[in-house]
């Protein structure tokens, strides 16, 4: 599995950890400011990403990679015809019950393939991003650092690449909460701030100064990087 999934992807898998995903950000960012680039970070927050998978896609996806007929029509059993209801808890259990609905969508969460699953679907994603810039993913956590040494170039580049990634999300069956995802300019303490504005369908993304990043409070400036 491991020969499959892309070298972006963290989280779930052996050598691919929490410090290892903050080696790669915090590397890149250092990287590009002592080279004089401008740098910029684009934290993304989905909504309800794991309950979000469209089943077809996720097998085509599987099939691509690898999957015969036999595993594919085990894990579609798997993933369809399944229901969930909603009960609260009281003794009267007739009273306080939802109906039984049908899941459409989504992997099962609380168990070792929902995680696989959910990294193969987004396997994909970073084939949007060139060598010049870094994707880092941790579950469902996406964060792409952006360089350029062209203010101009910088701009256009950062939201080509906003909308980019964000008609891959629609075409894979995932939203962005544009309100949770926000942009960060990294640079010196004498570098001086480029005016600049993200957004994808007149959907605009806060501009930060600091950000949570795996459990890390990173500064624009990455001089205070705290757990």
């Known amino acids: 599995m491991n020969n499959i999934l892309v070298q972006e992807k963290f989280g779930f898998r052996t050598q691919h950890l929490t410090e290892q995903a903050a080696f790669s950000l915090i590397n890149s960012i250092l990287t590009a400011m002592n080279n004089n680039q401008i740098v910029g970070g684009i934290f993304c927050d989905l909504q309800k990403a794991f309950d979000c998978v469209n089943h077809k896609i996720l097998l085509d996806k599987l099939q691509f ?27 009267d ?32 994603l970073p084939t949007l991003i060139n060598k010049d810039n870094n994707i880092i993913l941790y579950a469902d956590d996406t964060s792409i650092v952006i360089t350029d040494a062209n203010r101009d170039d910088f701009i256009l580049r950062a939201n080509m690449l906003f909308n980019d990634i964000n008609a ?14 926000h942009y960060l300019e990294f640079r010196s303490m004498t570098h001086y701030k480029i005016n600049i504005q993200i957004y994808h369908n007149h959907n605009y993304i806060s501009n930060a100064t600091q950000t949570k990043f795996l459990g890390l409070t990173i500064d624009d400036t990455i001089m205070e990087t705290s757990f």
């Open 65 to 91: 990679y690898g999957m015969d007929w036999k595993f594919k029509t085990l894990i579609e059993s798997y993933l369809t015809n399944r229901y969930q209801k909603v009960t609260l808890n009281k003794i």
């Open 93 to 124: 259990y007739n009273n306080n019950s939802s109906e039984w609905v049908r899941i459409n969508c989504g992997v099962p969460q609380g168990v070792i393939l929902g995680p696989l699953f959910f990294l193969i679907y987004i396997n994909d």
């Open 168 to 181: 891959w999300f629609k075409n894979n069956s995932l939203k962005l909460n544009f309100s949770k995802t």
